[in-house]
């Protein structure tokens, strides 16, 4: 089954400086994609950004890009510019054998005025 | 569109309690999910549906979890002789086309079981 692991609990940044958030993934699948998702302290899921694992080039979203490693299995978050209002959580999520989905435990981000 | 949808967002109930959640996804999403998230964790996957059929459910899942989408539009997750245990938030998402496409994710409903 797949499985996606996220090792940093919490982390810390200082306003205007990039982060990165680490992603692990296991899975046996030829053909995957890795998605990230944002949850503010208000609840809601945002996606943020997808890396399908037959796309060559890392996805970039604005501030937001993937450092997609296929022979190491990551897939980790960089977000350049880190603002306040990027506070949050954020999880690591991968599509499962047949129709499930599967996200990891989350990484807490706090942006330092 | 107003996007996904769900109601209660709040539901506090007894033990022992039958509790029943809707969702109102997407207009033109043929995928949901229904996932639980407790205090601290990532969403947990409950059930899926495409269209009207459920085509996946957690092994997970108790069976006095039940799910259903009559008509391929809104869901409802019905929750039988609530346990403590069932406390946590149930978030509901929608998407349409490949498994790849984001899913979008309604507020969700918070249950607490006293």
């Known amino acids: 089954a797949q499985k996606i692991t996220q090792t940093q609990p919490g982390m810390f940044v200082q306003e205007k400086e990039a982060v990165t958030l680490d992603c692990t993934y296991d899975?046996?699948?030829?053909?995957?994609?890795l998605f990230w998702y944002k949850q503010p302290s208000s609840g809601e899921m945002i996606f943020l950004i997808y890396?399908?694992?037959?796309?060559?080039q890392n996805a970039t979203e604005g501030r937001y890009s993937l450092n997609f490693q296929k022979a190491r299995k990551s897939a980790n978050l960089v977000i350049s510019a880190s603002q306040l209002g990027d506070s949050a959580m954020y999880f690591c999520?991968?599509?499962?054998?047949?129709?499930?989905?599967?996200f990891g435990t989350g990484t807490s981000l706090t942006v330092i005025p | 569109d107003t996007g996904v949808s769900q109601n209660p967002r709040h539901k506090i109930t007894k033990r022992g309690q039958n509790v029943t959640f809707r969702c109102d996804p997407i207009?033109?999403?043929?995928?949901l999910y229904w996932y639980r998230q407790t205090l601290g964790q990532g969403p947990e996957f409950l059930t899926y549906?495409?269209?009207?059929?459920?085509?996946?459910k957690s092994r997970l899942l108790s069976d006095r979890f039940s799910a259903e989408r009559p008509k391929g539009s809104f869901s409802t997750l019905e929750i039988q002789r609530t346990e403590q245990g069932d406390s946590a938030m149930y978030l509901c998402?929608?998407?349409?086309?490949?498994?790849?496409?984001?899913?979008?994710f309604g507020p969700g409903t918070r249950l607490t079981v006293l």
């Open positions: 998402a929608s998407t349409e086309g490949f498994p790849h496409n984001e899913q979008f």
């Open positions: 207009s033109e999403h043929n995928r």
């Open positions: 999520a991968t599509p499962g054998t047949g129709n499930q989905f599967y």
């Open positions: 899975t046996s699948d030829q053909s995957y994609g």
């Open positions: 890396q399908g694992s037959y796309d060559e």
């Open positions: 549906f495409q269209n009207e059929a459920q085509l996946e």
